[in-house]
């Protein structure tokens, strides 16, 4: 298969040229004064091709959540629907609630299977052991880790949990960044209260990602830089950063890319059921059904907010490629730097970047088109179009709505 366009977005820049797919692999990238001695298959004229997106904080999307009742016919739903924003690869990210962990089980025998849709890389629990409710929350206490619970959601996942949370603060923190990261599990400072220092230590204990930098944790300040401040200043941590401008500002990002090695820098959604969703109030029985809860309502405002009762921030609404657009927009970056936030920097980290992350020969296929309007257009995964939006036109899941939306 050749496709072809005058703007790709490969390993050595915007090249204006054809792509040539085998077996779902790049094959060849041929430039624009090179000859094909084959008929093109697609010609995408003047739209950009940019390298699959690779969320690897995503806990669902339009009309779906990763929760304990989710079924296949669910998770499909989701994994089309993430093509439909560009998305190619995901670690669906889950809030452990029981002991079931049926949620994790059915991702596990999942991402050993093909579907129409992104593919499942791996699977991210975020938590359960953080200490931290953020602004307009309530501290009602401190956790303490449970290694037997630790150790059955190890087993559950069947070797797909790539990516686990944890305050380096709470008790039995050591033991478990130690333990997680002996079974090759990366570990990220997530929900957290610590200090610089505190969060120093877990570092040294073997930390390596920030959990959505700068939300929910401690913040820079000038005395005490906190959680934030070191998994800036520390060169092994890779930090995810939400680029909606909601959960943190655009200079803020800003000064962020300043400080940190860019290399070391994840674009995440931090999505869930809400992103495609119409702005309103909805019940809150999907993040569960205490109706004391700050989170017994949650309301999706007109810029994309997804909020408590009390105003604290509850995931986002919108998906990475809504936070390419605000890098590229208004924070006026390249997009041959943007792309490697959301593709082949969280590849490099998490150790598939021999196979996927951008688009160079003998890589698979994944790639999305876009317009200049960044609306994803067309998605191919592995050289499959899992995503045409002339066809795919009603992907969201109306029952959730039905139920939730008050």
Known sequence: MFIKSSRIYTEDGCKSGCLEIENGVIKQFHLQDSPVKADIDVDYGDKRIIPGIFDTHNHGGHGVRMNDDITEDGIKRYLKGLASVGVTAVFPTVL?????????????????????????????????????????????????????????????????????????????????????????????????????????????????????????????????????????NRDEVYCEIICDGLHISLPMVDIILRLKDNDKIIMISDAGAYLGAPCGTYKGTVFGNNEESDRATIHVTEEGFVLSKTGRLSGSSKPSIFGIKNLAEVLKLPMEQIVKFASLNPCEKYGIADKKGSIVKGKDADFAVISDDYDVLYTYSEGRLVYDYEKDTDLFNHKFVEEYKL
């Open 96 to 232: 452990p609630a029981d002991e079931d962990f049926s949620c994790m089980k059915l991702l596990a025998k999942m991402s050993k299977e093909t579907h129409d849709g992104a593919r499942i890389m791996g699977i991210h629990s975020e938590g359960p052991w953080g200490s931290r409710v953020g602004e307009k929350g309530i501290n009602t206490g401190y956790p303490e880790v449970d290694m037997e619970y630790g150790k059955k959601m190890l087993a559950a996942c069947d070797g797909s949990l790539k990516l686990i949370g944890i305050a380096p603060e709470v008790n039995g923190a050591y033991e478990a960044v130690k333990f997680f990261t002996s079974k090759g599990v990366n570990v990220a400072a997530y929900h957290t209260n610590a200090n610089y220092a505190e969060a120093n230590a877990g570092i040294d204990w073997g930390i390596t990602v920030a959990t959505h930098l700068g939300n929910v944790m401690t913040g820079l300040h000038h005395r005490d830089i906190g959680t934030m401040g070191a998994c800036i």
